[in-house]
């Protein structure tokens, strides 16, 4: 899969002329939304179908600022999927330096009730192992 790219705005960054620490929790959900249209289940699919998956958590760690006009890599992977629960591994790089490390943690659900992902969504499950493969 192909990273996603995002060039830093001048209104993301702080007083200090870095990157508001704010934002990389932004470009997670945009780099993931990009990467979901890759699989083939964006938005718009996920929702014909019924499927609503929620984040439930969030962590960033920060490894190196990044500035105005910087043009930020993103990777997204699949880092653990159970019957319940994924957990979606982001990696942000600059001129192939690490900056950023981050997780989302998603569970699913099917008319506002808890789903069993391989059972009720299979082939959106057999497109998330084909990517940890």
């Known amino acids: 899969m192909r ?3 995002h060039e830093v705005k001048y ?3 702080d007083k200090m002329g870095v990157t508001h620490h ?3 929790i932004r470009f997670m959900e945009e780099a993931r939304l990009d990467w979901m249209d890759q ?3 964006g938005f718009e699919r996920m929702e014909a179908e019924g499927i609503v998956s929620p984040v439930v958590a969030v962590s960033c ?3 190196k600022p990044t500035t105005f006009k910087d043009v930020i890599e993103i990777s997204v992977g699949v880092k653990q999927l159970s019957e319940v629960k994924l957990i979606i591994a982001y990696e942000m790089r600059l001129g192939g330096k690490l900056v950023c490390t981050g997780e989302t943690v998603h569970c699913f659900f099917d008319g506002g009730r808890p789903a069993v992902i391989a059972q009720r969504f299979p082939a959106f499950h057999a497109a998330l192992l084909a990517t940890m493969e």
């Open 3 to 5: 990273p996603y790219l």
């Open 61 to 63: 760690n920060y490894k």
């Open 39 to 41: 699989l083939g289940y």
């Open 22 to 24: 704010s934002n990389y």
């Open 11 to 13: 209104y993301e960054t």
